[in-house]
């Protein structure tokens, strides 16, 4: 006999009595993105490796280790998406919704990576991402970052904390890259094995270095604030003074120069010290380039993205009671002619009341039974349609949480007695 069939590692599946958690985290952010007139876009979770090849940067972690990459059946290279925004930039110039345009976007979503499973970090993860094009001012960058502080604090979360950096133009990036390759060829013998590699690739990742054993020469290494372009230091002053001005707490981090190849300008990370090693929980900054890097014409843009999981481990930590979707009413049917005749009801129910949830007993059962899966379902009141109720045309009202006598009401006064005492 074959051995049973699990997920795959670092793919998890979440369970009807987890779900309710996801459900509430996707209705704060639908209703924070429409509070600021922000637009979902959906793109396929399979895109083309070069896409990530192309806006990620070949010489990075993700495309180089851990992106699931397979050839088709006709031959083309295809990859899962390990992240959202080149599949949002993609989809922008191939339907023409870019140039000369302003749009602000969002999405959310599972992506793929494979790398080492631990808390908060998984192979199938699921991000949302806030995507915006058209805007070149900090005034974007500053709304979204404002934007991350009012979903902290609708997520009831606390002890989350923002890093700043700029990266300044490609022009000044490029001069302080001569610099910072000088410095770090200098001291070849202090740097690790990704290091070296990175040297003649993209050293300004060598700056994002994990490993404690590289904090010493990182540290003394050139900062790449007093190598900006009078553009860039202007921006920065300005967004700053923007974030002052809406009371958002920051602290300037000149170390953070964010994974990805596309970023330039801004970029922020938000961080805690509750998921370990692991810290940031949203991240972010200017892509200005990446636009016109995947074939469209130059426009500017910024975003950010967070993973989903790592914020629901924090709510979890932090004991944020997040109640379960439960039935408003459970239908207990007795008999099959209850049941042909409860079914024609609930569906009246429904129709009269919008919005109430309404479980029908289905299988059979006696109703004892029934009473039991009742008070399991965690409704508010059970519907009894016996016999006697039938041959009365009535339903016995039986309040489930509160102590109250139960009743028998005719179906014709059934939508309202429910109305009156809030079901």
């Given amino acids: 006999m074959s051995k049973t069939i699990k997920s795959i590692r670092g793919m998890h599946d979440v369970l009807p009595d987890e779900s309710h958690q996801w459900q509430a985290f996707e209705r704060i952010v639908r209703e924070l993105m429409s ?36 050839e088709d059946r006709n031959g083309d290279m295809l990859t899962l998406r390990p992240e959202g925004t080149a599949g949002c930039v993609r989809a922008g110039i191939q339907h023409g919704i870019l140039y000369n345009q302003v749009q602000r976007l969002w999405y959310l979503g599972p992506m793929f ?32 970052i404002i934007m991350t502080a009012r979903l902290w604090k609708a997520l009831q979360l606390a ?43 993209n050293p300004l990742r060598i700056l994002d270095s994990k490993n404690p054993e590289m904090t010493a020469v990182i540290e003394r290494a050139p900062s790449l604030l007093d190598h900006l372009d009078s553009e860039s230091v202007e921006d ?58 995947l074939g469209g014409k130059a426009t500017p843009a910024s975003g950010f993205a967070l993973g989903i999981e790592r914020l629901l481990a924090m709510r979890e930590a932090a004991d944020i009671d997040v109640p379960p ?31 109430m949830k309404i479980l029908s007993n289905c299988g059979g059962g006696s109703f004892k039974s029934q009473m039991k899966k009742a008070d399991k379902s965690g409704a508010a009141v059970a519907l009894i349609l016996g016999e006697d109720e039938l041959a009365a045309d009535a339903v016995t009202v039986k309040f489930l949480r509160e ?13 309202e007695f429910l109305k009156n005492n809030q079901v």
């Avoid at 922000?38 to 992106?67: H, N, Q, W």
């Avoid at 790398?115 to 005034?139: C, L, M, N, S, W």
């Avoid at 102590?403 to 939508?415: A, K």
């Fill in 159 to 201: 002890d989350i904390r923002l890093e700043l950096n700029t990266l300044g133009s490609n022009e000044a990036r490029v001069a302080y890259r001569d610099i910072l390759v000088e410095y770090l060829s200098d001291n070849r013998d202090q740097l690790d094995e990704d290091s070296l590699r990175r040297l003649g690739t």
């Fill in 35 to 70: 509070a600021y007139g922000y637009r979902e876009i959906r793109m396929p979770a399979v895109e083309s490796t070069d896409l990530f090849c192309r806006s990620i940067g070949e010489v990075t972690d993700i495309v180089e280790k851990e992106m699931y990459t397979f």
């Fill in 236 to 293: 920065f002053d300005r967004l700053k003074q923007y974030l002052d001005a809406a009371a958002i707490e920051y602290t300037v981090n000149p170390r953070l120069v964010r994974g990805l190849d596309y970023y330039c300008k801004t970029v922020f990370e938000w961080v805690t010290d509750q998921l370990g090693a692991q810290g940031t929980v949203c991240a972010g900054g200017r892509y200005d380039g990446l636009v016109e890097q």
């Fill in 113 to 144: 990576r494979h790398e080492r499973p631990q808390k908060g970090r998984y192979r199938q993860f699921h991000q949302f991402g806030v995507e915006t094009f058209g805007i070149a001012t900090p005034d974007i960058d500053a709304e979204l």
């Fill in 325 to 355: 979707d439960c039935p408003d009413v459970y239908l207990l049917l007795p008999g099959e002619a209850s049941t042909r005749d409860g079914l024609p009801l609930a569906e009246r129910l429904r129709d009269e009341n919008p919005g």
């Fill in 403 to 415: 102590q109250r006598q139960q009743q028998t009401i005719s179906q014709s006064e059934l939508s």
